[in-house]
Nanobody, 122 residues
Framework: QLQACGGGLVQAGGSLRLSCISS????????MAWFRQAPGKEREFVSA????????DYADSVKGRFTISRDSAKNTVYLQMNSLKPEDTAVYYC?????????????????WGQGTLVTVSS
């Protein structure tokens, strides 16, 4: 089970940190990712991190602004979002896949959180 939180309303240029807590006993074996879905659009990949935390991947649209990290002691993955833009407004979902490498396609991820809404005002 995955539970995401940390969304909210922020002005353009501001920051938010999303958290996703996992109930998995072997959290460190899962690749974790964030996806987002803006109103009227399809869900899209944002970022992913391997179980060890040594490798990460980002969508071009968020590179240099967002940072993904994980804390195995807390079974939590984070998404630090800086320099937010109105186009970052979306429901953000965390997802998990059992091992293997990073993946940017949502079909690879078997487990999903409920989503947390991020709204960036201009």
């Amino acid at each position: 089970q995955l539970q995401a939180c940390g969304g909210g309303l922020v002005q353009a240029g501001g920051s938010l940190r999303l958290s996703c807590i996992s109930s998995a006993r072997t959290f460190s074996s899962y690749v974790m990712a964030w996806f987002r879905q803006a109103p009227g659009k399809e869900r899209e990949f944002v970022s992913a991190i391997t179980g060890s935390g040594r490798s990460t991947d980002y969508a071009d649209s968020v590179k240099g602004r967002f940072t993904i990290s994980r804390d195995s002691a807390k079974n939590t993955v984070y998404l630090q979002m800086n320099s937010l833009k109105p186009e970052d407004t979306a429901v953000y979902y965390c997802a998990a896949k059992g091992g293997g490498g990073l993946a940017t396609t949502e079909t690879w991820y078997a487990y999903w959180g409920q989503g947390t809404l991020v709204t960036v005002s201009s």
